[in-house]
């Protein structure tokens, strides 16, 4: 059964100014980071939590806070505090800091689920730490990082990803309430609790100490240095093998302790592109994963099955190859495209698709005329200039023709395998990530934790660098590009070319499958990213069955025998009958990540529509056919009431109102917020979009 955070800790009701409680005393501190920026960080497990309820005045939506709770807790004891008032708070907070004797030397970490919320309230409140390591945001209204005398507030899901419930499954030991305190309910600060509530309110925070205690056991006390995201943390790891690898072969070979590191350093150094090349590979070669729907049965329920591959991006990262010399400018010959890495700009006169499937995203092209669109996709142009790999210049020759095709620039790079510290700690995660489940803990907080782990080796190799600097006084702001480019290559061991690779082979091995499946007449309705819908067909399972032996002994050429590596790469099936062999649902697709279908198993219509919750579907209709007949090219629209999206308007400036009922309401007053409201969710489709539908179901192949 999950514990219950306030069944064990010391509860306050904080109504007023004084000292009416206890403080968890520190154990113990870790010492951080060098010279004038050195610091102790107390060992106080902290977490920051606020209720609000929402609003609507006449000129739109206002949130008004009327619960704040913080929990700080050591290794004996766990205190739970609880106000109503925000100048009871501040008043604590201060208070905190004062009794902690906190400062720029000495420091602790309060840990907040979704900072962006809370801070959104409390930002003109504390008069924040202006130091360059005292504030940090990843975007405007995004802060991972906020300081106010030595306190930190820092975000929790940064580093856990997903929400709260995740973050408790993952790192506590107490989990998180079933519901939620209503915001749509208007309370203020006398508006009374139900134990429950209150409850609810204990617990948030609990979980939120409880990861503080986690991530203080297993990163700060160890590494001396407090994690700002999930992708940081591996990145650390990688900094850890590489070096410790280095020390080796220094000793080994009698060198010098830190020859190998620089030696590797100036190598990474000598592949990094140019700043102005940096960004046009980032934002024209670098391509996601694909993602669209076959046009001629778009709009249409038909019986698929489902494959996806098994761990697509790690099997790509051991697989396949990657550029590993710098590039060079050199004249265009063919034969380059099957012997190294190639970064190509190509012109295209008259291209135009030889299949139901448009292959390119409009975001991505560089140049063109005359274009006509798929969904976002291209299908025709008079003219089309892009920048590719050879991987996508390969993908263009199986699914567009052009009158004419001419490679402006080409530069090449020797193939070969991405570095052992990357590789060596992914599949150190994969293996163990395989023994827990294997062992029948995949229910732990360790299986979660390293999934994640797995998960986040992609992310870290497709992480751009921090080229601007968010900034915040009373407001939000850029400083100027500080450290400049060239200090910030410096800091990484990651090429940016790796991480345009992987997802470059991943769409390669996807679209290969798609042009395989084409030739060989089987109908395939959907893609996405790692995963194919297709019209039943023997031919579709022999072609299958092929590439997974194929896969297999490149496993076994690569030396990946253990047990975890079985079936990476492989197309596994995705919806099985109790025999384990490939089912049928019904399907419907509107384009690219807006498709429902029917799980049998568990007699219910699933959904992925962009923008909109998963379990809103139901609302659509009161039976499988009608949300399948609702569910059409029209488009439809779900009330706020049921649609379950909301949406944020944020308040800058101070603002006042008379929050409850006119009998029991009160004056209460924000120097910020920031409101979430429901709204209804529509899908529309374009008339462009509508048309091709409409012009292609005259030619739709019989099924």
């Known amino acids: ?175 998180k309430m079933v519901g939620d305190l209503d915001y749509r309910k208007e309370r203020n600060s006398q508006t009374p609790l139900t134990e429950e509530e209150r409850r609810y309110c204990i617990n948030d925070v609990v979980i939120l100490a409880e990861f503080s205690q986690a991530i203080f056991d297993k990163y700060i006390r160890p590494d001396k240095k407090v994690p700002m995201t999930k992708t940081s943390i591996l990145i650390s790891e990688y900094n850890d093998r590489l070096k410790t690898q280095c020390r080796l072969l220094d000793k080994r070979n009698g060198r010098e302790t830190g020859t190998t590191l620089a030696t590797w350093k100036e190598y990474l150094l000598r ?52 550029p590993v010399t710098p590039f060079k400018r050199v004249e265009f010959k063919p034969e380059y495209l099957k012997k190294y890495c190639c970064i190509l700009r190509v012109q295209y006169d008259h291209i135009e698709t030889i299949t139901a499937h448009s292959i390119e995203s409009k975001n991505k092209i560089f140049a063109e005329i005359g274009a006509k669109w798929d969904n976002g996709r291209l299908y025709y142009a008079d003219y089309l200039e892009v920048y590719q790999t050879e991987l996508d210049f390969e993908i263009y020759q199986h699914f567009y023709k052009a009158q004419g095709v001419t490679v402006t620039e080409c530069y090449i790079a020797k193939r070969g395998k991405l570095p052992f510290y990357l590789l060596d700690t ?80 991943a769409r390669h091995s996807l679209l ?47 030396k990946l025998r253990h047990a975890a590596f079985n079936d990476l790469g492989f197309f596994d099936v995705e919806l099985k009958d109790k025999d384990g062999r490939p089912e049928s649902a019904p399907f419907k697709t509107l384009g690219a990540k807006r498709y429902i279908y029917y799980d049998v198993h568990k007699d219910k219509v699933k959904a992925t529509v962009a923008g909109m919750p998963k379990e809103s579907i139901k609302h659509l209709g009161v039976s499988v056919k009608e949300i399948f007949d609702n569910f059409n090219a029209y488009g439809f629209e779900l009330i706020p009431e049921v649609s379950g999206k909301l949406t944020t308007v944020y308040r800058d400036e101070e603002y006042s109102g008379l929050v409850g009922s006119i009998q029991h309401g009160e004056e209460m007053h924000e120097k910020s917020g920031v409101a979430l409201y429901q709204i209804p969710f529509t899908l529309t489709i374009s008339d462009e979009f509508y048309n091709l539908i409409k012009e292609k179901k005259e030619e739709r192949p019989s099924l």
């Open 271 to 322: 592949c990094w592109p140019d700043e102005e090349t940096y960004k046009i590979w980032f934002e024209y070669l670098f391509r996601g994963g694909y993602v669209h729907a076959n046009i001629f049965y778009t709009d249409i329920t038909v019986d698929v099955r489902m494959r996806d591959i098994t761990s697509s991006y790690p099997a790509e990262m051991n697989l396949s190859y990657y």
């Open 1 to 175: 059964m999950p514990s219950i955070g306030c069944l064990d800790s010391k509860i306050y009701d904080v109504n007023e100014c004084s000292i009416s409680f206890t403080l968890p005393k520190p154990l113990y501190s870790v010492h951080c980071g060098r010279g004038d920026n050195a610091y102790d960080i107390l060992e106080i497990f902290a977490g920051f939590d606020i209720e609000t309820t929402n609003v609507q005045f006449v000129d739109g939506w206002y949130a008004f806070a009327y619960h704040m709770q913080v929990c700080l807790s050591n290794q004996r004891e766990k205190c739970v505090y609880l106000f109503r008032r925000w100048e009871v708070w501040e008043w604590f907070i201060d208070h905190i800091i004062s009794y902690y004797n906190l400062g720029s030397d000495r420091k602790l970490i309060m840990w907040v689920a979704n900072l962006s919320f809370e801070f959104q309230f409390i930002r003109r409140r504390l008069e924040w730490d202006q130091g360059d390591y005292d504030f940090f945001a990843k975007e405007e209204r995004q802060p991972l990082k906020a300081t106010y005398h030595g306190l930190e507030f820092r975000e929790a899901l940064a580093i856990s990803g997903g929400n709260l419930e995740h973050l408790a499954k993952t790192y506590c030991t107490t989990q």
């Open 512 to 558: 290969m499958m798609l042009h395989k499946l084409t030739a060989a007449g089987v109908k395939v309705v959907y893609m996405d990213t790692d995963s194919i819908k297709y019209i039943p067909s023997h031919k579709a399972e022999k072609i299958f069955q092929h590439y997974n032996n194929a896969k297999r002994r490149h496993l076994h050429n690569r």
């Open 426 to 505: 992914l599949n150190h995660y994969y293996r163990h990530k395989h023994y827990l489940k294997v062992t029948g803990q995949n229910d732990t907080q360790e299986y979660a934790v390293t999934k994640g782990a797995v998960n986040t080796n992609y992310g870290a190799t497709v992480k751009r660098l921090k080229l601007d600097k968010i900034t915040y006084t009373d407001d939000w702001g850029h400083a100027e590009i500080q450290p400049n480019y060239a200090e910030e290559i410096r800091k990484t061991i990651l090429l940016p070319q790796w991480g345009i690779w992987v997802t470059a082979q």
